[in-house]
């Protein structure tokens, strides 16, 4: 079964049950995406350790097992990447539950004047504000049309952006030789652990993931950065070996 010419492999020799399949599991996009093996300890047997240094010096300014270590932890914590889109996010949340409903998106406007009002921030930052709801709305009915989300769904939060990156960084440490197998699998344990805090689903995980890759990269184009990680999610969700069909999210 393969989606946009992808296909799901898995490590016979790497965990397909129990936290560390879960932690492996929330790494998959990237994974699936670059045709590694979900389950693979190390991430990607794709390129050797100095390639591998090399990429993440060049696109994420990591040098060294300190640079490893803190980028790991940045992204397996509480602190958002994207605070706008988190920010605007938590605001729609607070609102809908306030009144016990799902808010339409002039009561989110409403709510971003308002916040935008108490803080003293001035009118050009307030269109920016609102230009990014709307950004955030049209992915969302995006997700609807392509089966990503569930009519009349909306996405909670964009953490597991993160969590799913930190996944794959905990086990990028070991392929670069920047960490040992222990610390690494701790990391990436952590990260589950995250998700399962903030998500109730794999579906749920997945859609916050890739509006979060999204608001990053894609910006309302709707290329490659949103087909991609769209159709490893149809694979996961429905592949008959997918860990997303056998390891439980919670529990």
Same mark, same amino acid.
């Given at each position: 079964?393969q989606h946009g010419g992808l296909g799901l492999n898995a490590d ?10 879960? @932690?492996?599991? =929330?790494?998959?996009? &990237? ?12 991430? =990607?047997?794709? =390129?050797?350790?100095?390639? *591998?240094r090399a990429g993440l010096y060049e696109d994420w300014g990591i $040098?060294?097992?300190?640079?490893? #270590?803190?980028?790991?932890? /940045?992204?397996? $914590?509480?602190? +958002?990447?994207?605070?706008? @889109? /988190? ?7 607070? /609102? ?13 406007? +409403?709510?971003?004047? %308002?916040? =935008?009002?108490? %803080? ?15 950004? &955030?709305?049209?992915?969302?009915? #995006? ?15 964009? *953490? ?16 670069c030789g920047y960490s040992d197998m222990h610390t690494s699998q701790?990391?990436?344990? %952590? ?6 805090? %903030? ?18 990269? +894609?910006?309302?184009?709707? $290329? ?17 070996? /997918? ?7 919670? $529990?």
């Amino acid at each position: 079964m393969q989606h946009g010419g992808l296909g799901l492999n898995a490590d016979p020799h790497g965990p397909f049950h129990g936290p560390l399949a879960h @932690a492996y599991a =929330c790494g998959a996009h &990237i994974q699936v995406a670059g045709g590694g093996e979900w389950n693979n300890p190390v991430g =990607c047997a794709c =390129c050797g350790p100095e390639q *591998k240094r090399a990429g993440l010096y060049e696109d994420w300014g990591i $040098g060294s097992p300190d640079d490893w #270590r803190r980028q790991t932890e /940045s992204l397996i $914590g509480d602190r +958002d990447s994207n605070f706008a @889109a /988190s920010v605007l996010l938590e605001l729609r949340r607070v /609102s809908s539950q306030a009144v016990g409903q799902p808010i339409d998106p002039g009561v989110w406007r +409403d709510g971003i004047a %308002h916040m =935008c009002w108490q %803080h003293g921030i001035d009118e050009a930052s307030y269109r920016q504000w609102v230009d990014l709801a709307r950004l &955030i709305l049209s992915y969302e009915e #995006r997700f609807t049309a392509d089966g990503l989300l569930p009519p009349g769904a909306i996405v909670p939060s964009i *953490k597991a952006w993160d969590f799913g990156r930190g996944a794959n960084m905990a086990r990028w440490g070991v392929q670069c030789g920047y960490s040992d197998m222990h610390t690494s699998q701790t990391y990436a344990v %952590h990260a589950s652990e995250q998700a399962r805090r %903030h998500y109730a689903t794999w579906a749920e995980f997945s859609a916050s993931y890739i509006l979060g890759r999204c608001l990053h990269f +894609d910006n309302g184009e709707f $290329g490659h950065w949103y087909t991609t990680p769209l159709d490893v999610h149809h694979l996961m969700m429905s592949h008959p070996q /997918s860990p997303w069909l056998h390891v439980p999210f919670r $529990g």
